[in-house]
């Protein structure tokens, strides 16, 4: 079975700072990874997805992740964080066989300080 | 505008008292799936949806139902809610590849309290 594992629950960075953001999987099949970002009282809103392209998944607001089978890893990266990108991150993979359904991590709370 | 809508917002209800959390998405969608967030276990799938008329249980299904007889709407139910089901719930929908899902849009979310 799928699983999905987030390092961290709460990451705290300065304004500027570079933002690392882990994530860990587990698949049997080759994965489709997701990250989605949810600011205070919203729904979830796709950042970035790899869908077995290109390995390096540029997404909105200056984010990134790449994928790396070996290590079985999809880390979202930023190279300089703002005080908008105060938020809870949760990344996804998507499970193979007929039914496909997300399975989500616990979510990563990032903090910005000024 | 492509989206998902999801009422109401916010919802406080007495133990024991049926409820229905609407869900409706506009992007002809064939997948709808519904969540739970509570704080520090993410998100955890209750039901889901292939397509119409064909739903099956998610990871914590207990306590709740839902109908999918049209393809754009998926409502959730509690027959008698418990104060266990305080939480916050959303909605998705969901575009496909072959077999897997490639992006969820999500809803606004609905935050029920049950005293």
């Known amino acids: 079975a799928q699983s999905v594992t987030q390092l961290g629950s709460h990451v705290s960075v300065s304004e500027g700072a570079l933002v690392l953001l882990r994530c860990n999987y587990s698949?049997?099949?080759?994965?489709?990874l997701f990250w989605y970002v949810q600011y205070p009282n919203q729904g979830l809103q796709l950042l970035l997805k790899?869908?077995?392209?290109?390995?390096l998944v540029k997404g909105i607001n200056g984010f990134e992740a790449e994928f790396k089978k070996s290590e079985t890893s999809f880390h979202l990266t930023k190279p300089s964080a703002h005080m908008s990108d105060a938020a809870e991150y949760f990344c996804?993979?998507?499970?193979?066989?007929?039914?496909?359904?997300?399975?989500f991590g616990k979510g990563t709370k990032l903090s910005v300080k000024p | 505008e492509a989206q998902v809508t999801q009422n109401p917002r916010y919802l406080i209800t007495v133990t024991g008292k049926k409820l229905t959390v609407t869900c409706s998405q506009n992007?002809?969608?064939?997948?709808m799936s519904w969540y739970r967030q509570d704080p520090g276990l993410g998100l955890r799938q209750i039901y889901y949806?292939?397509?119409?008329?064909?739903?099956d249980k998610g990871d914590v299904p207990e306590g709740y139902k839902v109908s999918r007889k049209e393809k754009r709407n998926f409502p959730l139910i509690l027959e008698s809610p418990s104060p266990n089901q305080t939480s916050l719930y959303f909605c998705?929908?969901?575009?496909?590849?072959?077999?897997?899902?490639?992006?969820?849009?999500f809803g606004q979310g609905t935050r029920l309290t049950v005293v």
């Open positions: 790899y869908t077995s392209a290109a390995t």
């Open positions: 698949s049997s099949v080759p994965p489709y």
């Open positions: 998705a929908s969901s575009s496909r590849q072959g077999a897997r899902n490639t992006e969820a849009f």
């Open positions: 949806s292939m397509n119409v008329e064909v739903t």
């Open positions: 992007m002809n969608h064939e997948y």
């Open positions: 996804a993979v998507s499970e193979g066989g007929s039914q496909g359904n997300l399975i």
